[in-house]
């Protein structure tokens, strides 16, 4: 997600090519969607990216704090499916 932002600023700028990719992803965001190179490594929702980024934020928040914490006492079961 990192890369694809800095190239998609690059390409704002005038510095790289706007590549097909990175032109859809710039329409996307226009259109509050979520664009097909983060479903493909986030999760599948019908989210506008508004809601959709918050929501991956915490399911990465929940993930981590179980890795470096140990198991938690309640779980948040819709973090391990699809919205």
Known sequence: MNHSLVQLDKAVQGTVVMSAPLEDMAAKFNDDRVPPMWENVGYPSLKPLSTWM?????????????????????????????P
């Open 54 to 82: 918050p929501d991956l934020i915490l399911r990465v928040e929940f993930m981590s704090d179980w890795l470096y914490n140990g198991a938690p006492k309640s779980y948040w079961l819709s973090a391990f499916f699809f």
